[in-house]
């Protein structure tokens, strides 16, 4: 049994009601002085919503006897801290993570396996122990379905949701005025009457004209959109150059708010104590990270053309329900990329040149 306080905690709505309901005390956990403090156990029944997502492994059960739990489970607390990030970095000692969950669970009985030990047992997300992910084999029926069966007016269903309602839950809008600038980029650049080397002009830095674009992971043959990138290491990476290319990089400003869909998995802002399906929700959030991943695809030249309709579809799926755009993350940089379909509202900058000095390469014997 032991007092925990609002340092404790990084999530609002918990901190929230300790400040409301608790009493002056000091923390048995991060040990902060008379500050607003609640029994741990009265905690209970709002962190009994996470034994729905993260399930106790058991050896020979979820993985065999001669394998190493370590590689399937980690601590309870660990789980909640990388998925949610509920607790602060007031507590330096781990070890005061696990106390601190095994007080909040003291008191509950209601495991269908044996006792619960919290500070000792191991546990692991639902759909990772589960075998193969559920996340990953909606992603492949989808593709199955408009590849082989209903290309263009396909009412594909996600976990009882239409797309529609997929993608605004994933939704959001940029505000022209918080945005940070984006950057475009393009190979090579104008050479000048002396012989240098200058970068494209602004009006040949937006969008492809209809008859130069071929297919891409968004955009079918003949329909162009704006790519862009939320950093110059990110627009340079996902040109693909030559050590030794000349790059031309523009500026890219927003004129409008935009509303864009969010692929690149980052956990919504809400506290998981505000979710009713916390399971549901983690799914949901893992199969827009797993559509983003197919954006970031690089294009390969020997795969056909259908392979690029699932993307193609979503991203067309999404213009038609007036969204502007979307983003995802880059498998080639370290940012975001966007996909804008109208380039009406931005305002691209006078561009500089860079020259690639380097290119790392990374891989692995087969
Ligand atoms: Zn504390």
Redesign the pocket.
């Known amino acids: 049994m032991g007092m ?2 609002i ?2 905690f990084d999530d609002e709505v918990l901190k929230e009601r300790i400040e409301q309901e608790g009493v002056i005390e000091n ?1 048995d ?2 040990k ?1 002085k008379h ?1 607003a403090c609640m029994d741990a156990s009265e905690l209970q029944s709002t962190f009994e919503r996470f034994l729905d997502m993260y399930i106790k492994i058991i050896r020979g059960v979820h993985f065999s006897v001669n394998e190493d739990i370590m590689d399937y489970g980690q601590s309870l607390h660990k789980l909640i801290q990388e998925d949610w990030h509920v607790f602060s970095d ?2 330096e000692d781990n070890n005061q993570y696990a106390e601190l969950m095994k007080d909040i669970f003291a008191g509950y009985c209601d495991y269908p396996e044996s006792e619960l030990d919290i500070k000792n047992q191991f546990f692991s997300r639902y759909d990772e122990c589960m075998g193969q992910s559920t996340v990953q084999e909606l992603w492949f029926e989808f593709c199955d379905s408009i590849k082989t069966k209903n290309r263009f007016l396909n009412n594909y269903f996600f976990y009882g949701e239409d797309m529609e309602g997929l993608l605004s839950k994933s939704s959001r809008v940029i505000k022209k005025d918080v945005s940070k600038s984006l950057f475009r980029a393009r190979i090579g650049g104008k050479r000048g009457k002396n012989g240098n080397f200058r970068p494209y002009p602004i009006s040949q830095m937006g969008a492809p004209s209809s008859e130069k674009t071929g297919n891409g992971r968004a955009n079918p043959k003949g329909i162009a959109y704006l790519y862009l990138a939320s950093s110059i290491d990110t627009a340079i990476a996902e040109v693909r150059p030559v050590k030794s290319a000349q790059i031309s990089i523009s500026n890219v400003s927003l004129q409008e708010d935009i509303s864009i869909v969010d692929f690149s998995g980052e956990i919504l802002s809400c506290s998981p104590f505000e979710i009713d399906d916390l399971r549901h929700e983690w799914e949901r959030i893992n199969l827009m990270e797993k559509i983003g991943e197919h954006f970031s695809m690089p294009i390969d030249p020997v795969l056909s053309d259908i392979e690029y309709v699932p993307t193609q579809f979503i991203s067309e799926y999404i213009k038609s329900l007036g969204y502007d755009g979307f983003i995802f993350k880059s498998s080639l940089g370290s940012g975001l990329n966007y996909v804008l379909f109208d380039q009406k509202k931005t305002k691209i900058r006078r561009s500089k040149l860079y020259s690639v000095t380097d290119i790392q390469y990374e891989f692995e014997k087969r």
Request: glycine share 0%; proline share 0%; hydrophobic share 25%.
């Open positions: 925990c306080c340092n404790c923390c956990y991060c902060a500050i007031e507590i």
